[in-house]
């Protein structure tokens, strides 16, 4: 695809973010079950339930666009699930294996908070309030979602892990 409008860059967007939020979809649950701590595995829950409903708000800006919903391959998402991956496999305790679950899963949230908000900033200009509608819905799960991570770790999963 030939990225030479702003309504290219804003289907490549997302696209990209689709291709993402599947992937989430996956890989959450796997990082809920590794996790030691129950608040933070709960969060990991919690959130992947609201990226299943993310997918479908997807879908429904891809049908408002007039377009099947299809992705198209992250390399950003996948470096980051990656990263994830990583500290599951390394990690020896349980303490350092939740900081660093929650580090990476907060990656994960400023990665989407990104995407989102440029995404709403293009339909903005687009006028394509519909959609803008339902990814500042998405935008804003994004951002309660990263809050919540914050607070678990300031609260006691990073002072666990020192």
Not at 5 to 19: A, C, P, S, V, W
Not at 45 to 50: D, G, P, S, Y
Not at 51 to 63: D, G, P
Not at 69 to 97: H, Q, T, W, Y
């Amino acid at each position: 695809m030939s990225l030479k409008t702003m309504e290219d860059l804003f289907i490549h967007g997302l696209k990209d973010i689709y291709y993402a939020e599947k992937k989430l979809v996956q890989q959450l649950p796997k990082m809920a079950k590794k996790a030691e701590s129950a608040e933070l595995a709960d969060a990991i829950e919690q959130h992947f339930k609201e990226t299943q409903n993310q997918v479908t708000r997807l879908e429904r800006i891809f049908r408002l666009c007039n377009m099947e919903p299809r992705g198209k391959r992250c390399p950003g998402i996948e470096g980051l699930i990656e990263e994830a991956k990583e500290i599951i496999e390394e990690a020896e305790e349980p303490d350092a294996l939740d900081a660093g679950l929650l580090a990476a899963a907060q990656s994960v949230e400023h990665y989407e908070i990104s995407r989102y908000g440029t995404l709403v900033a293009w339909g903005e200009e687009l006028g394509m309030s519909d959609a803008v509608s339902l990814l500042r819905e998405t935008l804003q799960e994004e951002k309660n979602a990263d809050r919540l991570l914050s607070q678990l770790a300031e609260g006691k999963l990073n002072r666990e892990a020192a």
